[in-house]
């Protein structure tokens, strides 16, 4: 080979190689700028990951919505660390439903969007359009709804079961409260106005901001509108959106008021009320729950077969589903029931329960029940009693005002043990589960 050729050689040799260097070179930078946008794993959670995407979407989202309601804004280590532990938790509850084969229908989020859409006072289209004017995707609102009635049916389903309300418990609570719970649970919209004092205000300084309170009040009651009034004087929180304390029970309200504004009629406003914090005026706006609805009781009967630890499931399964055959070839239930329900109590009633109120059966017999028709039997339902057949015979709008209270009561105290045992079962399920952090 000539020099030339060989100096020629060479030349392309090294062409070669920097080409393939400068190559090498655009691939790794492409891939490190890809690199960047890499949803990272931030946990481990049984068979499942979070990703860091989510934990930053839901940051966001606590976020403008402390910022919306000027609420205090806790560190930024602080929250995530708090939005993590929520996401591991709703992460093995979601596991856990995926296991029990759990699924929520387009049909029951569809139930729940127009039953939200109406306590708003709107229609469904109008209720998206007000999420989209507040930039919020309604494809994403759905998949919280559907998020959150998941959880809540798992919960019934785990935590449920194993609430239970004695007639001890109830009558406790009802002479602990000396009196009526259902006025309880009236709802009141107030509007305030607040005229603040301060301790070193001198004696004709404070009689002025009594003086202007009473001139306030007379003119709110001549017909001045307490919005404008409120934006214009009042220094409390609410100011901006004219005195408006939104619906709140009784005992939520501030203490100044919370005596007085169930005697008021709605448009009323009373004289000034003073304390330590200024002049305060109040106008009811609004009010719901006097009219009281009467406690719809259902009259059930059912035939139980109990379940035998030693046999298993499979015996008593298989009982009460030929009881059921027998049923749709026409026997009689209530011949069954005394022949064959293990209920002692009822089968000699032929399985009837009698006239029942919410709250009084266990929470999967009851689930059953209030899905039937009048006269309809149900196919067998499992409690922790046994098997169930349940026919539903007539169901009434009861005005008994001493089971209306105890249904009432028996709704709060439950509520009360609901929300403990839901917590220890979390608790329990994050304990025994499998969790690696890779923040």
């Not at 609430?163 to 001890?168: C, S, Y």
């Not at 009594?210 to 001139?215: P, S, T």
């Not at 039937?372 to 499992?382: A, N, Q, R, S, W």
Request: aromatic residues 6%; charged residues 30%.
């Amino acid at each position: 080979m000539s020099q030339t050729n060989h100096t020629l050689f060479k030349h392309r040799h090294w062409v070669k190689f920097f080409y393939s260097i400068g190559l090498l070179m655009l691939t790794f930078n492409s891939y490190c700028a890809q690199a960047k946008h890499i949803d990272h794993i931030i946990a481990v959670v049984e068979d499942s990951v979070i990703l860091e995407s989510e934990l930053n979407k839901r940051y966001d989202m606590i976020r403008h919505k402390l910022e919306a309601n000027a609420k205090p804004m806790p560190p930024s280590s602080v929250l995530k660390r708090q939005i993590l532990e929520r996401l591991i938790i709703e992460s093995l509850q979601h596991q856990l439903a995926a296991r029990n084969g759990m699924v929520i229908s387009d049909k029951m989020i569809d139930q729940s969007v127009s039953h939200i859409a109406g306590q708003n006072g709107m229609s469904v289209p109008e209720f998206r359009s007000e999420l989209n004017r507040q930039g919020m995707d309604f494809a994403e609102f759905q998949e919280e709804i559907r998020n959150q009635l998941l959880l809540d049916q798992l919960r019934n389903i785990e935590v449920a079961r194993k609430v239970k309300v004695t007639d001890q418990e109830i009558d406790n609570y009802l002479k602990m409260r000396g009196g009526s719970v259902l006025t309880q649970n009236h709802l009141y919209r107030v509007g305030h106005i607040l005229l603040p004092v301060s301790e070193e205000d001198s004696p004709s300084k404070l009689q002025l901001t009594e003086k202007k309170a009473q001139r306030l009040v007379k003119q709110l009651r001549e017909g001045a509108s307490f919005k404008d009034m409120a934006r214009m004087y009042s220094k409390a929180s609410t100011a901006a959106r004219g005195g408006d304390l939104g619906w709140r029970k009784a005992q939520d309200l501030p203490s100044i008021c919370s005596s007085m504004v169930p005697q008021l009629e709605i448009g009323d406003i009373p004289e000034p009320i003073a304390n330590s914090s200024g002049y305060h005026i109040l106008k009811l706006l609004d009010r719901k729950g006097d009219s009281i609805e009467g406690l719809k009781q259902t009259h059930v009967r059912h035939i139980l077969i109990k379940t035998n630890e030693v046999m298993g499931d499979n015996p008593s399964k298989k009982k009460i589903l030929a009881l059921v055959n027998e049923l749709e070839n026409g026997a009689e239930f209530e011949v069954l029931a005394k022949a064959h329900s293990e209920d002692k109590g009822s089968a000699l009633r032929g399985g009837d329960l009698g006239w029942v109120s919410p709250g009084m059966l266990l929470p999967d017999f009851e689930r059953k029940m209030n899905q039937l028709d009048i006269d309809e039997i149900g196919d067998p339902v499992k409690t922790n009693y046994g098997w169930h057949i349940i026919q539903v015979l007539d169901r009434r709008e009861s005005h008994d005002t001493i089971a209306m209270e105890k249904a009432a009561a028996r709704s709060e105290i439950s509520k009360g043990k609901m929300e403990e045992e839901t917590r220890l079962w979390l608790q329990r399920l994050r304990d025994e589960a499998y969790v690696e952090l890779r923040m």
